[in-house]
């Protein structure tokens, strides 16, 4: 980007945030993309697809008999529920 084009682009968007992006309430915590460095994976998504893919993650790791590691991705998954549960439960303005 050449500097005249930054100088234009900030004083049409002065927060430093694109409107494209955000909807008329603002952007959607839901949707926010996270990237999650597990154990010995990285998963990248919204806060309910890691927590899913992480209890998956788990009951495999339970069945093949590797219960610290069952553990391990449980405790991540229980993180991001926890992130959807508090999102859930913030009021909107």
């Keep these: 980007m050449r500097p005249n084009e930054q100088k234009r682009w ?3 968007h002065p ?3 694109h409107k494209r992006f ?5 952007p959607n915590p839901l949707n926010r993309f996270y990237e999650s460095n ?3 994976v990285k998963v990248r998504g919204p806060a309910s697809l890691i ?4 209890q998956q993650l788990a ?3 339970h069945t093949s008999g590797d219960l610290v590691a069952a553990e391990a991705y449980q ?3 229980e993180h991001y529920y926890r992130l959807v549960a508090a999102e859930q439960e ?4």
């Design 10 to 12: 900030r004083s049409r």
């Design 15 to 17: 927060s430093g945030q």
């Design 22 to 26: 955000e909807g008329s309430r603002g």
């Design 38 to 40: 597990g154990p010995d």
């Design 51 to 54: 927590a899913e893919k992480y």
């Design 59 to 61: 009951r495999d790791a």
């Design 75 to 77: 405790q991540y998954a």
């Design 90 to 93: 913030r009021p909107r303005a």
